[in-house]
């Protein structure tokens, strides 16, 4: 409650585990100073068992929760990273398509001045890949 403060609060998990808390301490503190043998003492007795199982499934629960939320934060840092690397992958093909289009145009001009053109290997895959 000290280190969390306010966030503490929010979070109603915490706030219901602080009562199980209290409420076990309490009771805990009454069953050992009574040391009745009676029925109460035993729902006591019974009832401090299951709050302290209770805890243990916090302590499993928070023990998940610290290894879940890391890997699904590196997920989405991953997941943004894949976007970004789509969209600049597009903008790449975008680019080489108006290249592609800006050589045939100028191909088509010096076929038209009767300039003879030799294509490179390069090119010839490059072309024969985009058709």
Known sequence: ???????????????????????SFTIDIIFTSTHGKDLTASFIGDFIIVLRLWRIVRVVHGIVLSVTTPIEHNLEKEKRHREELETELQEVKNYVSALEDEILKLRGELQKHHIPVEISTVVKKVHTSSE
């Open 1 to 23: 409650m000290y280190a969390l403060r306010i966030e503490f609060l929010k979070s109603k998990m915490e706030v219901f585990d602080a009562v199980v808390v209290f409420i």
